[in-house]
């Protein structure tokens, strides 16, 4: 079972993905950048890291962007592979593609479609790509 966080500032939104991850592994969730902050160095002191983080872009306290690029350094610093991230806004805005391209593994414009968001994941979580 994977280790999932998932990141949107919508509780509907939210509810949605976990559903739709139920069968994929544990999902903890956030609202916001602090919650999904903490979740994420919890998860790493315990040596529990994420297998996959999704990120809203558009959150109340910080850009979908810098989350993404706080994690990246965290798992740095920490010398742990990084988890795959997966971006995820309502808008297909292009230079918020373009500016997490290197740093995020895949891209999702709401609304999410269960069959895509699986394809996604077993894209990027299948064993060959290891």
Known sequence: ???????????????????MLT?????DTAVNGVQATEHFVRSINENQPYDLVTIDI??????GLDLLNRFCDLEEKNGISPSKKIMVTAHSKVDYVVKSRKKCDAFLVKPIRKATLLEKIQALCSPASE
């Open 23 to 27: 069968n994929v592994g544990h999902c």
């Open 1 to 19: 079972m994977m280790r999932i966080l998932l990141i949107d500032d919508e509780p509907i939104a939210l509810t949605k993905l976990e559903l």
């Open 58 to 63: 558009e959150l109340p306290d910080i850009t």
